[in-house]
């Protein structure tokens, strides 16, 4: 029996706008790999369109400030661009655009060190983290949704071999 296996196509946008941390080596390489493992464990079929911006403590907490009011920094933003499964198709790529998702380099590094584990993983974390966001996931609603996420988080870490034990 002939199988047969369809690519998952991710357009992904990744900038660094910021010149505060160099960001670590092989970066775009992981976040690619982590937005594609998250649609992947969320069964997602379609052509994703997806931005990633890095930025420095200044900006996210900028930017938490004018769509959060939240006057402080934070590791990650993510700004949805589709509402209940519903996303706009960029008719140059025939792909849904998911959104944006916001990574202060700076955050990710100190709490890679907080935390105990590589700067590899908390980046990973971040963007698996945002990209469920992005599919319609929160966790501040109710401890119920918070489980959700985490496990979800949980799962697709583990299958890109990025759990806690292997840091």
Do not use: W
Not at 24 to 43: D, N
Not at 102 to 131: M, N, P, W
């Amino acid at each position: 029996m002939k199988r047969t296996v369809t690519k998952m196509k991710v357009k992904l946008n990744i900038t660094n706008a910021q010149d505060i941390k160099k960001l670590p080596f092989g970066t775009k390489a992981l976040v690619k790999k982590a937005c594609k493992a998250t649609l992947t464990s969320e069964e997602f079929k379609e052509p994703a369109e997806i931005n990633v911006t890095f930025v420095d403590d200044k900006e996210i907490q900028r930017l938490n400030n004018e769509f959060r009011n939240l006057d402080k920094s934070t590791d990650v933003l993510s700004f949805p661009l589709g509402e209940d499964g519903v996303y706009d198709v960029n008719p140059e790529t025939n792909a849904l655009m998911l959104g944006d998702v916001v990574i202060s380099i700076e955050h990710a590094l100190a709490q890679a060190e907080v935390y105990g584990h590589g700067v590899k993983r908390e980046i990973a974390f971040l963007t698996v983290h945002s990209v469920l966001h992005l599919l319609g996931y929160d966790h501040v609603n109710s401890d119920e949704e918070d489980m959700q996420m985490r496990a979800k988080q949980n799962t697709v870490l583990k299958n890109m071999g990025l759990d806690i034990k292997n840091k």
